[in-house]
């Protein structure tokens, strides 16, 4: 009870905080809304799915494009960023085990033959890397001093999403075997990431004067528009006959280029209004 009754304290506190004076938090809401909206249409048109049952699902949803729940996911996670860093400093334990919990339910109920669907536009399924971020200060610290361990435990995770996804393959659950969202995956994933964080100082030397800096400032514009790029340079691929992986790398390569391409140029040649409301700002 006593924790319930703190939980709501801090979501009073964080709404209040949002609403009159988080401006840079909504601020940030609305960059990433209004493009979501308009890219959903934009989806939504060219895969001629304007029906009202299409255009709702796709808008509430984010299944107007493969990539488009995320937005859904990280316009949650901005709301909820006050009430995340008052629960840390309170209940470290209970934020962290949001995540595991949440991958675990999902894989029982897959067991059982309940399919959970679109679970991952819900941000209770990608909540734990967006904490490690807000929280790097100690994971940091900590993982520092077990810096030496992360190497072996991520060769152990890795084996471990193997054998799961296998399982998975045997059972004939083949979106289970290929998700992300499942517990040895998230494993994976977070470890990865904490021995990315802790060479971070040392990638951002040795990439300072690349043209990946360059590429990672356009990286929000080219996952709005890419999907759209990607279907057209698959298309025309599909008049080339080369072997299968060189295609797709090839595919991958100038599907990349092609959407910086397109979004620097539109940065460059559209009105400042309409590069706001495509996100291309």
């Avoid at 004076?21 to 940030?28: D, E, M, T």
């Avoid at 048109?45 to 029906?51: K, S």
């Avoid at 536009?121 to 992360?150: E, I, Q």
């Amino acid at each position: 009870m006593r924790v319930f009754s703190s939980f709501l304290g801090c979501l009073r506190a964080s709404l209040k905080f949002f609403f009159w004076g988080g401006g840079g938090l909504a601020k940030r809401l609305h960059k990433v809304l209004i493009p979501y909206l308009v890219w959903s249409g934009i989806y939504l048109v060219v895969t001629q799915r304007l029906t009202a049952g299409g255009i709702v699902k796709g808008v509430l949803l984010g299944t107007s494009s493969a990539q488009m729940y995320y937005l859904l996911v990280y316009a949650q996670l901005v709301v909820l960023t006050p009430l995340l860093y008052r629960v840390l400093r309170s209940h470290r334990l209970l934020v962290y085990c949001v995540t595991p919990v949440f991958l675990l339910v999902r894989e029982v109920a897959a067991i059982v033959g309940v399919a959970l669907a679109q679970v991952q536009v819900l941000f209770p399924a990608w909540l734990l890397f967006y904490v490690l971020g807000l929280d790097w200060g100690k994971v940091g610290r900590a993982a520092t001093r077990r810096c030496s361990l992360l190497p072996g435990l991520l060769v152990a995770c890795l084996f471990l999403q193997l054998v799961s996804g296998c399982a998975w393959l045997a059972q004939g659950d083949y979106n289970m075997a290929t998700t992300q969202l499942k517990l040895s995956s998230m494993a994976t994933s977070a470890v990865l990431v904490v021995l990315i964080g802790l060479t971070g100082h040392r990638l951002r030397q040795l990439f300072a004067r690349s043209h990946l800096v360059k590429l990672g400032d356009l990286s929000f514009r080219i996952y709005l528009c890419h999907i759209l790029v990607l279907s057209v340079v698959t298309k025309v691929l599909g008049f080339v006959a080369i072997p299968l992986l060189m295609a797709t790398v090839v595919n991958l390569a100038v599907t990349l280029v092609v959407s910086a391409c397109v979004v620097a140029t539109g940065a460059t040649l559209l009105p400042r209004k309409v590069c706001e409301v495509l996100g291309f700002v």
